[in-house]
């Protein structure tokens, strides 16, 4: 991906840290629950490996054939459990797309500067698509705005309610969940915007 070398790193530590979390369901959970986070696990470290800043590891051209690869099989995958399923892997199944179309628009555009917007094919190497582009730009702030509130606590109850009502908890279980995912789509619009 383009841009700040620090921007790059965080990205590869939130992108690391959700893989390894959802490492980690994969072991504690069973059934659909555990499919969901293995696919969360790669998604986590393969946005990790593709937000490597470019100084910091020169990408050999095969590899963002190997990323659009391992995504096409994961957003094949997404599609059967979202036409068995639905729900959740409708969002797996856009997430694995967008990931092949950032590799298809790093590959078609390798060592392009950013600033040429030099097209090849259709695709600039200042962002793929332009539509596409900002069609996922749009789903994607909407799922962070969306998964943003579902975080939020609710307005402590009038009259003398919880004393712990007001007061921060740790977040575990399901809000830990959905932490790793506002992380992970965070970081996709991030990636985006850089494309």
Known sequence: MHGPALSGWLLVVVCAASGAYCLQRVRSSSGAERRAAGGEAVMGFGMAAMALPAAALTTPAWSWALYAGVFAIAALQAL???????GHHLHHLVGSLAMVYMAV?????PGAPAEHGSAHGGVTAAGGVPLLTGALLTYYGVYVLRSGARLVP???????GDARAGAVVVAAGPELTLVCRLSMALAMLAMLLTL
């Not at 059967?80 to 639905?86: E, I, N, S």
């Not at 609710?154 to 003398?160: D, R, S």
């Open 80 to 86: 059967g459990c979202a036409v068995r399923h639905g």
């Open 105 to 109: 628009a790093m590959a078609a555009a």
């Open 154 to 160: 609710g307005a402590a109850p009038a009259g003398g």
